[in-house]
T-cell receptor, first 114, second 111 residues
Framework: NAGVTQTPKFRVLKTGQSMTLLCAQD?????MYWYRQDPGMGLRLIHYSVGEGTTAKGEVPDGYNVSRLKKQNFLLGLESAAPSQTSVYFC?????????????FGDGTRLSIL | RKEVEQDPGPFNVPEGATVAFNCTYSNSASQSFFWYRQDCRKEPKLLMSVYSSGNEDGRFTAQLNRASQYISLLIRDSKLSDSATYLCVVFRGGSQGNLIFGKGTKLSVKP
């Protein structure tokens, strides 16, 4: 059982380039999340989804777009990358909603924007 | 006041020591509380949920004080493998976007 898989693991981009980060989960979880983690900061929620075809903004959504066309996949897009988006990105999923659900994280994507 | 505050550490302790981490939260309506563990350059993993009555899992004890809006994690008989960053996490309630992560407390257990 793979759990939550993120691709790619590492990426270097130039300012203005675009890219898509893929998150896939094989646990049939309804809810999926994208976070970013920066030095000296806690994880901050970018966007999340409560089911296939739905998305919602988190704490820091600007500069990112997401899509959840299939239940198992949650895509995070950067349309025009900026150096401020250099970060470690984590995807997570939960079986259902409610705050008592443990978050299952992927192992992260390290993104550098030059 | 930040919504979830933790002492960043690092806490440097010898093997076998007992160490306690504290966390405070500002939203009195917060509903659920957790401790996650994050190893260096790895993803966070749930360590334990925190219940009002307090709960224990082996060498780990978590406590919640709703009146003081305070959460604690006690690790007894520290092992080298306990070295990690411990994240205090609070669910404010409402939408799924309301899970708030503290910045974490770094623990280093030395031989």
């Amino acid at each position: 059982n793979a759990g939550v898989t993120q691709t790619p693991k590492f990426r270097v981009l130039k300012t203005g380039q675009s890219m898509t980060l893929l998150c896939a989960q094989d646990m049939n979880h309804e809810y999926m999340y994208w976070y970013r983690q920066d030095p000296g900061m806690g994880l901050r929620l970018i966007h999340y989804s409560v089911g296939e075809g739905t998305t919602a903004k988190g704490e820091v959504p600007d500069g990112y777009n997401v899509s959840r066309l299939k239940k198992q996949n949650f895509l995070l897009g950067l349309e025009s990358a900026a150096p401020s988006q250099t970060s470690v990105y984590f995807c997570a999923s939960t079986r259902t909603g409610g705050g008592n659900q443990p978050q299952h994280f992927g192992d992260g994507t390290r993104l550098s924007i030059l | 006041r930040k919504e979830v505050e933790q002492d960043p550490g690092p806490f440097n302790v010898p093997e076998g020591a007992t160490v306690a981490f504290n966390c405070t939260y500002s939203n009195s309506a917060s509903q659920s509380f957790f401790w996650y563990r994050q190893d260096c350059r790895k993803e966070p993993k749930l360590l334990m949920s925190v219940y009002s009555s307090g709960n224990e899992d082996g060498r780990f004890t978590a406590q919640l004080n709703r009146a003081s809006q305070y959460i604690s994690l006690l690790i007894r008989d520290s092992k080298l493998s306990d070295s990690a960053t411990y994240l205090c996490v609070v669910f404010r309630g409402g939408s799924q976007g309301n899970l708030i992560f503290g910045k974490g407390t770094k623990l280093s257990v030395k031989p």
